[in-house]
C-alpha cells in the first residue's frame, strides 16, 4: 500500500495524559500536513511541512501541540496535557509540491477520545 | 465569514437519481478546486480536482467552477446506494503561493436503492 498511512488507528486517552500520533507520507511527497476534524464538520488546517520545514502553523495549534518532521519523511502530532475538546479525528495528508499538482491525499486518520 | 460556504443537507435522493452538490467561497486567490468522498470514520479521499473556470467529467462525476461567481458543484449522474457518503470541497490558492487546504463542513448524501 502506498498510501498515506497514520497509527494508531484510535486511541482513547485519560485527561491530561500525552498522546503522539504518527504519519507516514506518500513516499515522494515533499508536503504533509496535519488537520483536525470534527463531527459533522470539515476538516480544520493545523500545521504543514515542506520537506523537514514547518513552514505554518494555526493559531488552532496551542503551545499543547507539538509536530514534527525530523527527516523530511514520516511525522509525528504530540499533544501534551490532553483535554476533553481534543477528541477529534487527527487527519494527515500529503502532496507533491512545485509540480503543478496541489491535490492532497489524506490517510485513514487517528481518532482521539480523552475520557 | 468562513471562506468556503457548503451546505451540510443531509440530502436523500432515489438510486439513478442526479445529484447536485455546491460549495461558494470568498477568496478569489483560490485556484485549484477538490472533491473529497468521505465514508463514516474514514479518511477524506480525492475524487476529482480541477483548475481555474471550466468543466472536468470522470465517469459519472462532472466537477464545475465558476470563478466569476466563486461557486464550484459536483455532479454524480446514475447515483449509485455505494455513493452514500459525505462530500467535501477544498480549495487552495496558485501552487507556488499555496499552503494549506480550506475545506467546506460537508454535505452528507445517502442514496436510496
Known amino acids: 500500500d502506498t498510501g498515506v498511512s497514520q497509527n494508531p488507528r484510535h486511541k482513547i486517552t485519560k485527561r491530561g495524559q500525552n498522546v503522539t500520533f504518527r504519519c507516514d507520507p506518500i513516499s515522494e511527497h515533499n508536503r504533509l500536513y496535519w488537520y483536525r476534524q470534527t463531527l459533522g464538520q470539515g476538516p480544520e488546517f493545523l500545521t504543514y511541512f515542506q520537506n523537514e520545514a514547518q513552514l505554518e502553523k494555526s493559531r488552532l495549534l496551542s503551545d499543547r501541540f507539538s509536530a514534527e518532521r525530523p527527516k523530511g519523511s514520516f511525522s509525528t502530532l504530540e499533544i501534551q496535557r490532553t483535554e476533553q475538546g481534543d477528541s477529534a479525528m487527527y487527519l494527515c495528508?500529503?502532496?507533491?509540491?512545485?509540480?503543478?499538482?496541489?491535490?492532497?491525499?489524506f490517510g485513514q486518520g487517528t481518532r482521539l477520545t480523552v475520557v | 465569514q468562513k471562506e468556503v460556504e457548503q451546505d451540510p443537507g443531509p440530502l436523500s435522493v432515489p438510486e439513478g437519481a442526479i445529484v447536485s452538490l455546491n460549495c461558494t467561497y470568498s477568496n478569489s486567490a483560490f485556484q485549484y478546486f477538490m472533491w473529497y468522498r468521505q465514508y463514516s470514520r474514514k479518511g477524506p479521499e480525492l475524487l476529482m480536482y480541477t483548475y481555474s473556470s471550466g468543466n472536468k467529467e470522470d465517469g459519472r462525476f462532472t466537477a464545475q467552477v465558476d470563478k466569476s461567481s466563486k461557486y464550484i458543484s459536483l455532479f454524480i449522474r446514475d447515483s449509485q446506494p455505494s455513493d452514500s457518503a459525505t462530500y467535501l470541497c477544498?480549495?487552495?490558492?496558485?501552487?507556488?503561493?499555496?499552503?494549506?487546504?480550506?475545506f467546506g463542513t460537508g454535505t452528507s448524501l445517502t442514496v436510496i436503492p
Open positions: 495528508a500529503s502532496s507533491l509540491y512545485g509540480l503543478g499538482q496541489p491535490e492532497a491525499f
Open positions: 477544498a480549495m487552495t490558492p496558485i501552487p507556488n503561493t499555496g499552503n494549506q487546504f480550506y
